[in-house]
C-alpha cells in the first residue's frame, strides 16, 4: 500500500465548475500537508500548505485537512481553464522529504 | 525574487554515459532536495541537503548515483554509467531556515528532462 494514495483521473469538468480533488494517507505521523500544481513540463508549483486539520482558504482554492480520516482535498471553485495542469498532494512530517500522491490530471472545458 | 534554478532543462545521451545536472537554490535556503518523477507519477524523493551535509539518501539512490553540495549553495547530481531505466525529470527542491524546528514549505524548479537513447 502506498503512503499516499490520490486518484490519477484524468478529471474533466466545464469551465465554472467546482473541482475536487482528494487524497488519503496512511502514516498519521504526517503533519504537513500540501497541493502543487504542475503544468506540462514544468516543475510542481505550490498552490496550499496547512499543518492542522480544518479548512483553508486563498482565492479560489480551498484545502481541508481532516487527519482523524487521513483525508486531504482541494477544491477549486469557479474553475478556469488555466486550471488545467496536475494537482500533486504532497505530504511530509517535517522539515524531511515529501510524500506525493500520484497527482491528478485536470481539464476544464470553456 | 529567483527561485529554483535548474541546468540544463533536457539531456540527451547514450546509455553507458555520465550525465551531471546542477541546481541553484532560493539564496536564503539552507535546505535542498532532489527528487524524480516519471511520466504519470508524482516526484519520488532521492536525497537532501542541510548546507553541505547529506543527511538522507533514498534507497532509489543506486551506487552509480552522487550528489554534492560543496559549500552550502548548488548541488549538482552525477548519474554514472546511464541505464534505460534513468530517463525521467529530476526536480530539485529548496526550503527555507529550518533552526526553529518549523516546517517550511518546498520550492521546485524546472527540472531536468533527461532522455536515454
Known amino acids: 500500500q502506498k503512503e499516499v494514495e490520490q486518484d490519477p483521473g484524468p478529471l474533466s469538468v466545464p469551465e465554472g465548475a467546482i473541482v475536487s480533488l482528494n487524497c488519503t494517507y496512511s502514516n498519521s505521523a504526517f503533519q504537513y500537508f500540501m497541493w502543487y500544481r504542475q503544468y506540462s513540463r514544468k516543475g510542481p508549483e505550490l498552490l496550499m500548505y496547512?499543518?492542522?486539520?480544518g479548512n483553508k482558504e486563498d482565492g479560489r482554492f480551498t484545502a481541508q485537512v481532516d487527519k482523524s480520516s487521513k483525508y486531504i482535498s482541494l477544491f477549486i471553485r469557479d474553475s478556469q481553464p488555466s486550471d488545467s495542469a496536475t494537482y500533486l498532494c504532497a505530504i511530509n512530517q517535517g522539515a524531511q522529504k515529501l510524500v506525493f500522491g500520484q497527482g491528478t490530471r485536470l481539464t476544464i472545458n470553456p | 525574487d529567483t527561485g529554483v534554478s535548474q541546468d540544463p532543462r533536457h539531456k540527451i545521451t547514450k546509455r553507458g554515459q555520465n550525465v551531471t545536472f546542477r541546481c541553484d537554490p532560493i539564496s536564503e535556503h539552507n535546505r535542498l532536495y532532489w527528487y524524480r518523477q516519471t511520466l504519470g507519477q508524482g516526484p519520488e524523493f532521492l536525497t537532501y541537503f542541510q548546507n553541505e551535509a547529506q543527511l538522507e539518501k533514498s534507497r532509489l539512490l543506486s551506487d552509480r548515483f552522487s550528489a554534492e553540495r560543496p559549500k552550502g549553495s548548488f548541488s549538482t547530481l552525477e548519474i554514472q554509467r546511464t541505464e534505460q531505466g534513468d530517463s525521467a525529470m529530476y526536480l530539485c527542491?529548496?526550503?527555507?531556515?529550518?533552526?526553529?524546528?518549523?516546517?517550511?514549505?518546498?520550492?521546485f524548479g524546472d527540472g531536468t528532462r533527461l532522455s536515454i537513447l
Open positions: 496547512t499543518y492542522s486539520s
Open positions: 527542491a529548496s526550503s527555507g531556515d529550518h533552526h526553529t524546528g518549523s516546517n517550511q514549505p518546498q520550492h
